[in-house]
């Protein structure tokens, strides 16, 4: 199992421009999340997907937009993307099947906004 | 609002010490709580989750406690090794969607 994969690492952006961050887990989770690492900040959470199907806003979801495009993976969009949404992106999956169950979390993406 | 909070925010100490790391929160009513660790540049690894009907979990040389009264876990590493150095996180989730809260993190550096 590879676990939650996340694609690209890194990425370098210009003020304005888009671009998509990709997740996938492979331990068949209902449950995905998308959370933000900043320095004094700690993780946010930005948006999550309880189940395939559904998604809510966490603590910071301006400048974002995510997809659930199936069981598997969950996609978060930046569509304008500005110098604050430089930060290091965490895509997390839990079972699901209980209510608070333990989260795996990915790699990270490394985003810098120029 | 849940704050949690981990005190010290660094620590060093040489290999074979014990660890003993702290994580508080203000909202006592919590489900369970998860210890990560986090490598410099790396994702975070999920070390233990202590449910909130148990006072501790124990993998290897790892043991949390956990004391909801008080709002407190504590977090033991037994016999440090310079592997253990890393940051590592407390966690909890909120009410719904098990979204979690995390601390700040404590900095552990174990010295040869």
């Known amino acids: 199992n590879a676990g939650v994969t996340q694609t690209p690492k890194f990425q370098v952006l210009k003020t304005g421009q888009s671009m998509t961050l990709q997740c996938a887990q492979d331990m068949n989770h209902n449950s995905m999340y998308w959370y933000r690492q900043d320095p004094g900040m700690g993780l946010r959470l930005i948006y999550y997907s309880a189940s395939e199907g559904t998604t809510d806003k966490g603590e910071v979801p301006n400048g974002y937009n995510v997809s659930r495009l199936n069981k598997r993976e969950f996609s978060l969009r930046l569509e304008s993307a500005a110098p604050s949404q430089t930060s290091v992106y965490f895509c997390?999956?839990?079972?699901?099947?209980?209510?608070?169950?333990?989260?795996?979390f990915g790699p990270g993406t490394r985003l810098t906004v120029l | 609002k849940q704050e949690v909070t981990q005190i010290p925010a660094a620590l060093s100490v040489p290999e074979g010490e014990n660890l003993v790391l702290n994580c508080s929160f203000t909202?006592?009513?919590?489900?369970?709580l998860q210890w990560f660790r986090q490598d410099p540049g790396k994702g975070l690894t999920s070390l233990l989750l202590i449910q909130s009907s148990q006072r501790e979990q124990t993998s290897g040389r790892l043991n949390a406690s956990l004391d909801k009264s008080s709002g407190r876990s504590t977090l033991y590493i037994a016999a440090s090794q310079p592997g253990d150095s890393a940051t590592y996180l407390c966690a909890v989730p909120k009410a719904a969607g098990n979204k979690l809260t995390f601390g700040g993190g404590t900095r552990v550096l174990v010295k040869p």
């Open positions: 909202d006592s009513a919590i489900y369970n």
């Open positions: 997390a999956s839990a079972s699901g099947l209980a209510f608070y169950d333990e989260q795996f």
